[in-house]
Structures are given as structure tokens and as C-alpha cells.
């Protein structure tokens, strides 16, 4: 059993992983800052896990605040989700992104060097791709971030590659994410956006609930199947689980892994659509817009090295994504406020 430090763990994904590491006997420490999040998932995740994970309110760019919770509960690792996520948001306001998500993690590792705890999982994200070449993604593909929220990303990685090779203590897992989606299956957890979605899948549920009258499917003219976007979506709960293997990883081996954790496998703005219909029994309108600026026609992973590396693979479908999904919108119609 070991500490585990999880910045952003209110949060969609965090809470999700909490799940999986207290239910496995690990110790959690959750920082969060509660800018995007409530403490009324933590409540559930007790609920679900019938475990209690420490909580401490504490933005990460508080570097005093964080020596305190690194003081009082010397953690082994940290997986570190804080940070904001919106790209059309970090358009209009780039500092913040930049501040929150690469200033706030250089304080986090500076804090953890500290304190003698070198173990980092990162959530990066599949943006660092920008507008893929070829497909599917591998690790050693091109990169290049088209928006201060990519860029942040691009930064961070390249920040914790320098630190690792300054300090070869440091052993850094920089996870880049797809698409995740769904919710853990007993509906108490679920991604909780606040005003209107930016993602695909809030949106459709949002209005399979009735709080949206129909979706906006982003343009019909791209290069794929049927001319809608394609994008690798993966449960969050697989998700999850491959921090848990993450974080294994990292206390046996040494230096710095990047790894993707998608399913490998592409589904349209179309096929998610019908999907969600078909296994919920609910119909879900829509209108056919024009392209959302900055969007890109199809995104799926190789996920190869996950599985070699994490002994890791996404075994959830996409029809389990959509149940479980519906699930947490229908228990929770407004979310996580009463
Ligand atoms: P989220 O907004 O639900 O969770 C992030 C959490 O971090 C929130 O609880 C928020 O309150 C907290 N936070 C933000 N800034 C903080 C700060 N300065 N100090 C302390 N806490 C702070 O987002 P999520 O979807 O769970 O994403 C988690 C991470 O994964 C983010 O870093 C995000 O960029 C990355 N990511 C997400 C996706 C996705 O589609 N959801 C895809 C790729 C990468
Ligand atoms: C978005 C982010 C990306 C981030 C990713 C994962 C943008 C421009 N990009 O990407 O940086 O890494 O989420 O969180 O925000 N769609 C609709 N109607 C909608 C919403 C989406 O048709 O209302 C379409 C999109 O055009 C796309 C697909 O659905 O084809 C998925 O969209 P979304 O869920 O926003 O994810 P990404 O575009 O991959």
C-alpha cells in the first residue's frame, strides 16, 4: 500500500481515479482547488468505495499551502490532474492556462523534489498531435498544439523531459489522453461541466435529459465515413485504471515514459449518436452545422505501447461509454448541485 497525491482529484477524470486507488488499498490525498469541481464527489466516492481519501482545498500555485499537505502526509507518488481544460476559454485568457497548468506544475515538482518524492503521472492530452499527419498516433509522431491549451501541454511535457534528464531520480509517466467519456457505472460519479458543454458527449446527454434542445453536429464534409468527425473515445473508468498501471510501472522502472491511452479504435459524431439512441432507447436531435473552427476531420490512437509498457488496454465499448453515461446524466440531471 502506498501514499498517493492527487491534484485535480475532484475533478471528472481525478474522481474516477480515486475510485480505483482506494478501492485497490492506497492511501489518497486529494488537492484540488475546486475551481472546475465540488467536494460533493468526494462525498461519493466515499460513498462508492466506503473509503475516505484526505481532502485539503489548496490551488497548486500556493507553493506554501502545498509544502503544508507534503509535510503532513508524505506521499510516495503523485498523479497530477489540476489544471484547466477549455480550449476556447484558453484563447481568450492564455495566462491563466499558462499560470494553472505549467507555472502550477513546475510548483508542484519543485515542492515534490523537496520532499523527495520523484514519482509524477502527468495527464497530457492527444491535442499535442495538433492536426495528425498519419493514423493511427504513435508516441513519436509530429507535435504541435494549436491553442494555448495544447501548447500548455506541449510546454509541460517538455519541461518535466528536461527535468527528468537534470535529476535522474525523477521517474514521469506523461499520459496523453483521447477522448474520454461515460461515467463510473453506479451513476454517482460523471463529468459535471459547468454552462455549455464544449465536448460531444455532455452535449448529447444534456440533451437526451432535456436540458438542450438538440445537438449541433460540427459539419458533414470531413474526409471520413460518413463526413462527421472521428475521434478515439475511451471510458473513463479504463482511464482511470491506467494511472493504477502507471503508477506501477513507475515504482519498477526508472526515466520518463510517454504513452497514449486510447482504445485504437475511431467512431464518428454519427456513430456515437446512434450508439447512444440505440443502447438507451432515447432520440437524440440534431442539426447539421458548419465546422467548428480549429477542429480536425479524425484522431485515433495506436495504443501499443500502453500495452507493452503498462500491461494496460481500454476493454470498454463504446455502447458501455453511452450506458454508463445515461446513467450518471439520469441520476444527476443538473449534476452534482441538488
Ligand atoms: P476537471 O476540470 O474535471 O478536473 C480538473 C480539476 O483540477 C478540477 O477539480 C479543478 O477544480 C482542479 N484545478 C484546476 N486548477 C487547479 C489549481 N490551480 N489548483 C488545484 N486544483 C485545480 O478536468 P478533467 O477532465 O478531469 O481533466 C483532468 C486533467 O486531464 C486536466 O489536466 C486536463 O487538461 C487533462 N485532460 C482532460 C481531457 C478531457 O477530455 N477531459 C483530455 C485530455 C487531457
Ligand atoms: C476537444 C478539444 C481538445 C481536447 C479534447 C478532449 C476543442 C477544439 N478541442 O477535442 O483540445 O483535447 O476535446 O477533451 O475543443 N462535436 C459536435 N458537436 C458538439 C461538440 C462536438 O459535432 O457540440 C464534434 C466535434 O466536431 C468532433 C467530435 O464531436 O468531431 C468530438 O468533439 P469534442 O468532444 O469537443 O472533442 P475534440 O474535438 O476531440
Known amino acids: ?200 458527449f455532455p452535449f448529447i446527454t444534456q440533451v437526451a435529459v432535456g436540458r438542450r434542445e438538440k445537438l449541433a453536429i460540427f459539419g458533414d464534409d470531413y474526409p471520413t465515413p460518413d463526413g462527421t468527425g472521428v475521434r478515439d473515445y475511451i471510458h473513463v473508468v479504463d482511464l482511470a485504471l491506467g494511472h493504477l498501471k502507471a503508477l506501477d510501472y513507475l515504482a519498477e522502472k526508472e526515466g520518463i515514459l510517454t504513452c497514449n491511452l486510447g482504445t485504437g479504435q475511431g467512431y464518428s459524431v454519427l456513430d456515437m449518436v446512434r450508439s447512444f439512441e440505440r443502447v438507451n432507447g432515447v432520440t437524440i436531435p440534431y442539426d447539421i452545422v458548419p465546422r467548428r473552427p480549429g477542429d480536425i476531420a479524425s484522431c485515433w490512437a495506436d495504443p501499443s505501447v500502453a500495452a507493452e509498457q503498462l500491461d494496460w488496454k481500454a476493454t470498454r465499448s463504446l455502447d458501455d461509454m453511452c450506458t454508463d453515461g445515461w446513467r450518471w446524466q439520469q441520476q444527476n440531471h443538473i449534476g452534482y448541485l441538488p
Open 1 to 200: 500500500m502506498s501514499t498517493v497525491l492527487v491534484t485535480g482529484g475532484c475533478g471528472y477524470i481525478g474522481s474516477h481515479t480515486v475510485v480505483e486507488l482506494l478501492l485497490r488499498g492506497d492511501d489518497v490525498v486529494v488537492v484540488d482547488n475546486l475551481s472546475n469541481s465540488s467536494l460533493e464527489s468526494i462525498k461519493r466516492v466515499e460513498t462508492i468505495t466506503e473509503r475516505v481519501p484526505h481532502f485539503i482545498e489548496v490551488d497548486i500555485l500556493d507553493r506554501a499551502e502545498l509544502r503544508c499537505v507534503f509535510d503532513k502526509y508524505r506521499p510516495d507518488s503523485v498523479v497530477h490532474f489540476a489544471g484547466l481544460k477549455a480550449v476556447g476559454e484558453s484563447v481568450s485568457k492564455p495566462l491563466s492556462y499558462y499560470q494553472n497548468n505549467v507555472a502550477g506544475t513546475a510548483n508542484l515538482c519543485e515542492v515534490m523534489a523537496e520532499h523527495g518524492v520523484f514519482s509524477l503521472v502527468f495527464s497530457s492530452s492527444a491535442t499535442v498531435y495538433g492536426d495528425p499527419e498519419t493514423l493511427p498516433l504513435r508516441e513519436d509522431a509530429p507535435l504541435g498544439a494549436t491553442n494555448p491549451y495544447g501548447r500548455s501541454k506541449l510546454f509541460v511535457e517538455e519541461m518535466l523531459r528536461d527535468l527528468q534528464i537534470s535529476d535522474p531520480r525523477w521517474r514521469i509517466a506523461l499520459l496523453r489522453y483521447f477522448n474520454p467519456i461515460g461515467a463510473h457505472p453506479s451513476g454517482m460519479i460523471g463529468e459535471d461541466p459547468r454552462g455549455i458543454p464544449n465536448n460531444l
